[in-house]
């Protein structure tokens, strides 16, 4: 288990604007304090960083979709098949009677679940799709 790291604190120097504008997203965001909300801030942009550098990661793919396409169920499936080593887990649920939604949980490398993303949501009959990158939090403190 990893050692629990001890706080450390610095001075940040801020125009008033900005600072005013941070309180603004605070008050948006339920923050109850400045320290929690700017460690948020740094962990997104090393999430970023993470996408961008193409390192091992962790997204969710939404699609909505309608399944009296001609294909396209059988087509989403064996993509899926194909990104094997990438997709952990599925859920699909009937929206109504023409409407799809299926969530795909997938992990491997942030290029590789943005190819599985875009090829999957470039399917005709596909409505919507998109991914919301995460992270495995493994190097994330
Ligand atoms: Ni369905």
Redesign the pocket.
Known sequence: MAKKESLKRFGVSMEDELLRKFDQYLEQHKYRNRSEALRDLVRKSLVVEEWDHNRETVGAITLIYD?HTPGL?QKLNSLQHDFSGQVIAST????DHH????VIVARGKARKLKELADRLTAQRGVKYGSLTGATTAKDLP
């Open positions: 399944h169920s699909h649920v009937h929206l409407h799809c939604l299926e």
